[in-house]
């Protein structure tokens, strides 16, 4: 199998170069990301390869399809940037659903951690020798409420690590999990109560911009608002509204709405086009980080074995178990 990889990082090549041999697949690197204009890079590939920041849309699935291209390997596991309506009897669409939650969830914490403790701003004061604490008092999070969107499995593995720190736990999902130590609540009821909160859900059409105007203002004053998922679950100017009326503790975001030509690239150089981003950075209970949470030695290695055996299945006519379907949209 010919598979053409796009947006490749020097991270990428480590474990999907290797592992590619092993399968005895021939993989074309591509630094560019997939859109409407590298999409032609496919052409006499069998596969292509993509990760969060590429895109699918109805128009390149029928450009793939008539270079006869046979799949999409997402190295992730949402699936929000493919047409998955327009792939239907075209393309087959695998992805991987769960490579660690817990490099997500350990990542979510070390940011709430973070803007809540301020260790981030302290460790650059005392690289100048300045040993002021003013500004940067926190809260104790024992016996605090928590609130977790999302229980799949980076959310339990999230209530985990709140129950190890003695908070009580709240959680909304659609589809609630039995025997968690967490208690499952409207999520009016989640906003209104949570000292904490943190998305764990897909973006789907239900999803997006579940935390908005609205939802902020249920939220208590000093909130802390954590979102390792998707960037578009948050209306970012309700976001920006509601950091200038003071109403959060603290925000981390490893993710953004606009993310797309930016995270994954070094742009310091670069005149920042973006003025929602920009104004995000500038406050000081703000964390911004690129889209990291699944970055671990750990996971990088899971999700290339997964991506891998998926095209294995493809190619061999085996059960394709992470196969996307439209009925998953919702």
């Known amino acids: 199998m010919k598979i053409a990889f796009y947006g490749t990082k020097p991270y990428d090549r480590v474990w ?35 990760f969060v920041n590429d895109y699918v849309n109805a128009g390149m699935i ?42 997500v969830a350990e990542f979510s914490m070390a940011m709430l951690l973070t803007v809540n403790r301020l260790t981030h701003k302290a460790y650059n004061r005392t690289r100048d020798f300045n040993m002021s604490l003013n500004g940067l008092m926190g809260i104790d999070l024992f016996e605090k409420t928590a609130g977790v969107i999302g229980t799949g499995k980076i959310g339990q593995a999230m209530i985990r690590i709140l129950n190890g720190f003695q908070m009580h736990v709240l959680c909304y999902d659609p ?44 939220m208590k004053k000093g909130v802390y ?26 925000v981390g975001l490893d993710v953004y709405e606009e993310e797309e030509g930016v995270f994954y690239e070094d742009r310091s150089n670069d005149i ?15 964390l911004v980080t690129s889209h990291m949470g699944f970055f671990t030695r750990e996971a990088m290695q899971a999700i290339a074995k997964t991506t891998l055996e998926n095209a294995y299945a493809l190619e061999n006519g085996l059960p394709l178990v992470n196969q996307v ?4 949209l919702s």
């Open 16 to 50: 999907f170069e290797p592992m590619g041999k092993e399968y005895g697949f021939d993989i074309h690197f591509i630094e560019a990301s997939c859109s409407q204009e590298t999409v032609f890079m496919a052409k006499g590939c069998d596969a292509i390869c993509i």
């Open 62 to 103: 029928d450009t793939l399809y008539e270079m006869n291209v046979k799949a999409i390997l997402l190295r992730s596991a949402g699936f929000n940037n493919v047409d998955v309506k327009a792939a239907e009897d075209k393309i087959v669409i695998l992805r991987v659903p769960s490579y660690s939650p817990e490099a």
């Open 175 to 218: 589809f609630p999990v039995e025997g968690l130590e967490a208690e499952y609540v409207s999520l009016d009821k989640l906003f209104q109560s949570a000292d904490v909160i943190s998305l764990h859900c897909p973006l789907n059409s239900d999803t997006r911009h579940i935390i908005n105007k609205e939802a902020i203002a249920m």
């Open 225 to 250: 608002l954590v979102n390792t998922s998707r960037g578009a679950l948050i209306d970012t100017q309700a976001l920006i509204d509601g950091m200038l009326e003071g109403k959060f503790g603290g």
């Open 272 to 286: 920042i086009m973006d003025d929602n981003l920009a104004r995000l950075v500038t406050f000081p209970n703000m």
């Open 325 to 328: 379907g439209r009925e998953m």
